[in-house]
């Protein structure tokens, strides 16, 4: 059987922005618009107060991700997932059904992240505005609507797994950060958050190289994708923390 080719999921073509790429390609686009936009929209505005909406959407994420993790943890676990090689299961079978959902609300959810984006530009935050924020938010995007396009299910729960725990301890962060200055004696623990989404990308490179070479029924072409990301996220990632942490040491 072809391991490089693979035909879409008809079991998701009917769920919300799976069929076509054009609704996804327009959201990108308007994205990208806002984020051109909004800057010089509030170039000579104050300031917006988001403080409540602020703890209101990151504890909505923490509490979207920990269903996520939970889903991603207990439903391969009942289908007796393979660690190291799972093909999809492209049945109707309730569980199958199951992993595809979650593969959708996963999705979804990086649609609903680009939210960050329009809070650091309402809070004229825009030191926040990096390359690394925007490149992030808007491939992944593309990258799972991929996912549940062709592959919903299978090896990619890995990549969910890891994900949704990572952004359940990110949210839980940056919701506890909304709530007050009086907060950051709790939140020494920003660096290592940062070390903590490097890990995730090293799990996730490893995991998916090992498919690569292995014999196994999942789709080539989509493990080098994720492979080729991974490693531009690791040195994203990784300047990021230089620059942060240790150049900042070095110049103290």
Known sequence: MCNTCYPPDKRTDPWLLVYSPVPVTLIFLVYLFVIWAGPRLMKRREPFDLKVGLIVYNFTMV?????????FLVTPWLLNYSLLCQPVDYSTSPLAMRMASVCWWFFFSKVIELTDTLLIILRKKNSQL?????????????????????VAGGQSFFVGLINT???????????????????????????YLTSLQLVQFLLVLVH?????VADCNYPDSMNAVVVGYCITLII???????????KKKKQK
């Open 130 to 150: 990096t390359f690394l924020h925007v490149y992030h938010h808007s491939t992944m995007i593309f990258n799972w609507w991929s996912g549940v396009k062709y």
């Open 63 to 71: 509490g979207l991700s920990v269903y996520m993790f939970h889903e």
């Open 208 to 212: 998916t190289a090992y498919n690569l």
């Open 236 to 246: 994203l990632f990784s300047n990021f923390y230089y620059q942060s942490y240790l």
């Open 165 to 191: 725990f990572v952004h359940t301890v990110m949210y839980s962060y940056y919701g506890l950060a909304a709530i007050g200055p009086h907060m950051q004696k709790y939140l020494w623990w920003k660096r």
